[in-house]
């Protein structure tokens, strides 16, 4: 009779080796450009700290974060008059579902990012990943020694 094999017993080489499609959220809140930044502040507090903007192809065009939000605040922007297009940022890190987890912790280490939206082609955004996604991921694979 074989035993089966325990996500516990997977080598910290091989969890590496694991992709993002296996942990990203899937469920993702979006905007457009035109919504309001007050909505996407009340996004945020239901959600993620981070909102990504999509065209209506749903392609990725943007993200707004907190720290979006925050500089607009500093500037003494108010939020009812102003839209993502206004104060999202451009062209955002993203990654691909088949990305690697080792290639993923290099670039939310080095971009000081919290998350990063997940693309497929012509840049159609399927989901979200998050360093929280990773950490569970690492204490659900029992990497070290139980």
Same mark, same amino acid.
Do not use: C
């Given at each position: 009779? /074989?035993?089966?094999?325990? #996500?516990? +017993?997977? &080598?910290?080489?091989?969890?590496?080796?694991?992709?993002?499609?296996?942990? @990203? =959220?899937?469920?993702?809140? %979006?905007?457009? &450009? =035109?919504? &309001?930044? $007050?909505?996407?502040? =009340? @996004?945020?507090?239901?959600?993620?700290?981070?909102?990504? *903007?999509? +065209?209506?192809?749903?392609?990725? *065009?943007?993200?707004v974060s907190e720290h979006d939000l925050l500089t607009s605040l500093e500037q003494d922007q108010?939020? /009812?008059?102003?839209?993502?297009?206004?104060?999202?940022?451009? $062209?955002?890190?993203?990654?691909?579902?088949?990305? +690697?987890?080792?290639?993923?912790?290099?670039?939310?280490?080095?971009? $000081?990012? *919290?998350?990063?939206?997940?693309? %497929?082609?012509? +840049?159609?955004?399927?989901?979200?990943?998050?360093?929280?996604?990773?950490?569970?991921?690492?204490? $659900?694979?029992? %990497? =070290? #020694?139980?």
């Amino acid at each position: 009779m /074989g035993s089966a094999k325990n #996500s516990r +017993d997977v &080598p910290k080489t091989d969890f590496y080796r694991l992709t993002v499609a296996r942990f @990203m =959220e899937g469920s993702v809140q %979006v905007a457009r &450009p =035109e919504t &309001p930044a $007050n909505q996407i502040a =009340e @996004m945020m507090l239901e959600g993620f700290g981070a909102v990504p *903007i999509v +065209d209506a192809t749903q392609q990725l *065009i943007g993200i707004v974060s907190e720290h979006d939000l925050l500089t607009s605040l500093e500037q003494d922007q108010k939020w /009812g008059e102003i839209s993502a297009k206004d104060i999202m940022t451009p $062209n955002p890190y993203s990654v691909r579902p088949d990305t +690697d987890l080792a290639t993923l912790v290099h670039v939310l280490r080095v971009s $000081n990012l *919290i998350r990063v939206p997940v693309i %497929v082609a012509d +840049d159609k955004l399927v989901g979200i990943v998050a360093r929280r996604d990773i950490l569970r991921a690492y204490l $659900n694979y029992g %990497v =070290e #020694s139980p």
